[in-house]
C-alpha cells in the first residue's frame, strides 16, 4: 500500500523480461551470456485485433492492463472491507481509522514484480530458455508454478475475474487483489492446483528459429491439454489425462499438425494483440479465418467474464476452483 505520488500506470500480463525473448538480436544475446540489452526496449511485431493491422512497438508497449495497476483504497471501503472480513476488530479499527482518515493506494504491480524476482517459477523459465531444454527435474515444478500463476496474471483471466467479483460480490477492486495475494501465498491452494499440472504427461518440442508467436493470454487450454510457448522457440504440451512415470520428453522440431493447433489456440484466446518477431508470419495470420471470426468476437464482446464463461472450455482455462476460494 502507498501514498507515494509515483506508481505504476502500467501492469504488464506478461512481463517485459519473458517477452524481450521475442526478438531475435535479446535471444541470441542472452543465450550467449550477453546481458547488455534492456528488456523493455526491445522490437517486436504486433498483430492488434482491435485495430486489424501489424504494427512495430516494443514490448514495454505490448501485453499490459489500463487502470489495473493502483487500487484505491478509502476510508469508507476499508471500514466496510473489516465490518465484513473481521468484525470482531471493528471497533478497535475504527479507532485507528479517527486518527488516520487517509485514502490509501495499493500497487499491484509490485506484488507481481516481487513474485518474479524471489519465486523460482520465474527464474526457472528463464534458466529453461537459456539452455533450451530442462536439463534437471528440479525446474519442472517451478515451471508449473508459473504456468498457474501467469495463468491467472493473463489479461483475460484478470479482466474476467475483476468483473465477477464486481458484479457478483460487489468487491472493489483492491479487495480482489488481496484475496489473490492471500490465494498465492497458500501452499495448499498451489499444491492443489500445480501438483495436476506437474505429474502430467509434458512433451517439449525445440526448433532452430523462431516459430512461435505470443498473445496477451499465453496459457492455452482446450480440455485436458495445455499448451505455452515458453520461448518463440520452445513449445511446451501438456496432457493432463496421463500421469507419466518420466520426467518430460523432448523433441527436435515441430510437426505442421501441431504448429496449426497452436496458431488456432493462440488466436482464439487473443482479446489484444499477438507478437513475433516477423511481420510477415504476423500478416498471414491475419488474414486466416480463424483470425477474422475472432476479431469479430473480441470487436463485439462486451464482457470478459460472460465470454469466458460462454467459451470456457474451448480456450480459457476455468477459474471455478479459484474463485471458489475467493467466495
Request: aromatic content about 12%; some cysteine.
Amino acid at each position: 500500500m502507498s501514498q507515494i505520488a509515483r506508481l505504476n500506470k502500467r501492469s504488464h500480463s506478461n512481463p517485459c523480461f519473458w517477452t524481450a525473448y521475442w526478438n531475435v538480436d535479446y535471444y541470441n544475446s542472452r543465450r550467449a551470456g550477453e546481458n547488455v540489452l534492456v528488456p523493455r526496449e526491445q522490437s517486436v511485431f504486433s498483430l492488434n485485433l482491435r485495430g486489424d493491422k501489424v504494427l512495430s512497438t516494443n514490448v514495454e508497449n505490448v501485453h499490459w492492463e489500463k487502470g489495473l495497476a493502483v487500487a484505491e483504497i478509502t476510508p469508507e471501503a476499508m471500514k466496510d472491507f473489516v465490518k465484513r472480513n473481521h468484525p470482531e476488530k471493528y471497533d478497535d479499527f475504527m479507532k485507528y481509522m479517527e486518527e488516520r482518515p487517509e485514502t490509501l493506494l495499493l500497487d499491484f504491480e509490485d506484488f507481481w514484480t516481487g513474485i518474479e524476482a524471489t519465486t523460482s517459477a520465474y527464474k526457472s523459465l528463464i534458466t529453461v530458455i537459456t539452455n533450451e531444454k530442462l536439463e534437471s527435474s528440479k525446474h519442472k515444478a517451478p515451471l508449473a508454478c508459473f504456468i498457474v500463476i501467469q495463468n491467472m496474471r493473463s489479461h483475460a483471466i484478470l479482466r474476467s475475474g475483476i468483473e465477477f467479483y464486481q458484479e457478483h460480490l460487489g468487491m472493489q477492486l483492491f479487495e480482489y487483489y488481496l484475496n489473490l495475494r492471500w490465494l498465492l501465498s497458500d501452499p495448499s491452494f498451489l499444491f492443489k492446483v500445480v501438483n495436476p499440472i506437474a505429474t502430467a504427461k509434458w512433451t517439449i518440442y525445440v526448433t532452430k528459429e523462431h516459430m512461435f508467436p505470443l498473445s496477451e493470454s499465453p496459457i492455452l487450454i482446450d480440455g485436458h491439454s495445455i499448451m505455452v510457448a515458453l520461448s518463440p522457440r520452445m513449445l511446451l504440451s501438456i496432457d493432463r489425462r496421463e500421469n507419466w512415470d518420466k520426467l518430460w520428453m523432448t523433441e527436435q522440431g515441430v510437426s505442421e499438425e501441431i504448429i496449426e493447433e497452436y496458431k488456432r489456440r493462440c488466436i482464439s484466446n487473443a482479446f489484444k494483440e499477438i507478437i513475433f518477431q516477423d511481420s510477415h508470419l504476423l500478416e498471414r495470420w491475419r488474414e486466416a479465418p480463424e483470425y477474422r471470426r475472432r476479431m469479430k468476437v473480441v470487436r463485439s464482446m462486451k464482457s470478459y467474464n460472460r465470454l469466458i464463461q460462454k467459451e470456457a472450455s474451448r480456450e480459457i482455462w476455468k477459474i471455478n476452483a479459484y474463485r471458489d476460494s475467493l467466495s
